[in-house]
């Protein structure tokens, strides 16, 4: 196979890489998509649906417009965008009445929701930081409140009193941080038809004190993990615990975007999808799948040892670039990778990346790869498994390290897959797709 490689990173990427390769935090992104009836400016409009019943609504709306549509060609159910961004995929929400813009991080791996409000120590960003005070519908929330307590390292504003404000406090896997308000507000979300729908009362953190791996062009970060704070677990019944996103190829235009959907509509499927069971832990984030091996052209390595014994041994992560396996079956993976391509391995410039090759002389051919999860196996393409770190230099997107971070099955390896995840019939899906038309 000729190899066509992948993407080329900005050094902010190449620091992003490693810094969150090193852990878990980061990524992804969405905005969703509403009907009209949802409005508030709609005759329809209920100000007293839980924004459950509202998604639910603008869902059953959607469908039967789909249906409507069917005959004259056109698909109008709910979906949003997912804006590729150097490696980081950001979606846009609107926080607040009346709704102020925001772009984010969408991060599979997380699950609070926050953005960074004044008065700030913060992060540099392009955009206006949000202003608390200027919404009517933002609302402190007291740290005797469920959800302060739904999230570690919360403490009272002032600690004899338990009707003063949640202050949080979450740190990432790459030491990036946000600390501020724990609030109640309003979330808007767009919808393919581009008529917005509002999701009053939603958890959010108000962030005074940021920092870390982010880059300007985004204002927080949408947590779409697995816990009862993120934006999905909030969305609730109303979308059956269903989502699907769509990564673009690094390669593809910076400000690409592809879609993310929500309800049946992230349901993945067709002859060419796979699907494994999805495991998981007690009050935890995270997404977990079973790694059972990785083949290299055909040639299949199992896990073993106490990465084999346990089901859920890895945490599939749309915010983190690398793949991380545990050392001793990376360096086996390495090997019988290095043993397929006939070139002599480079130092690497970038450290933290364990196998690279200079291909400034000539196109290095790099083996098939495929993935195999329990029940589903995803056959990779190269521009998943290198990455062009420079004009010189490619790179493996998988690295072995070991210690506190679980293994990661990162957003390198998803591109151009409609990744389906359904927190109800506990399975995540894989279907190759062209992202850029998706
Ligand atoms: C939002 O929560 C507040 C109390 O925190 C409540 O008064 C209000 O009715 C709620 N709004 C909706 C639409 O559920
Ligand atoms: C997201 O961006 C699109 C395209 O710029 C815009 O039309 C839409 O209104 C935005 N959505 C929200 C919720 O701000
Ligand atoms: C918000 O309003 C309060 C009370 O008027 C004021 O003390 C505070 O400085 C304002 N904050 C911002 C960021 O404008
Ligand atoms: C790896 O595991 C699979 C499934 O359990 C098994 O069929 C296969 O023989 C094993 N291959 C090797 C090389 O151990
Ligand atoms: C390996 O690469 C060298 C240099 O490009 C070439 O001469 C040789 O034929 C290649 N060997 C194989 C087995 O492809």
Redesign the pocket.
Known sequence: MAVTIIASFSSFFLSLILSTAATTAKTSGFSVELIHRDSPKSPFYNPLESPSQRVANALRHSISRTHHFLSSGKNDAPRSNIISNAGQYLMNISLGTPPFPILAIADTGSDLVWTQCEPCQCYKQDAPFYNPNSSSTYKTIPCSATQCKKLQGTSCSDEFDPESTCIYSVTYGDQSFTNGDLALDTITLSSTSGQPVALPNITVGCGNNNDGTFNERGSGIIGLGAGDLSLISQMGKSIGGKFSYCLVPLTATIGSSSKINFGSNGIVSGPEAVSTPLVRKTSDSFYYLTL??ISVDGE?I?VSGSFALSKGNIVIDSGTPLTVLPTNFFALLKDAVSSKINATQSESTVQGLQLCYDNSERDIKVPDITVHFTSADVKLKPLNTFVQVNKKLICFSFIGRDGGAPPIYGNLVQMNFLVGYDTQEQTVSFKPTDCTKA
């Open positions: 059972e091996g299949r199992n």
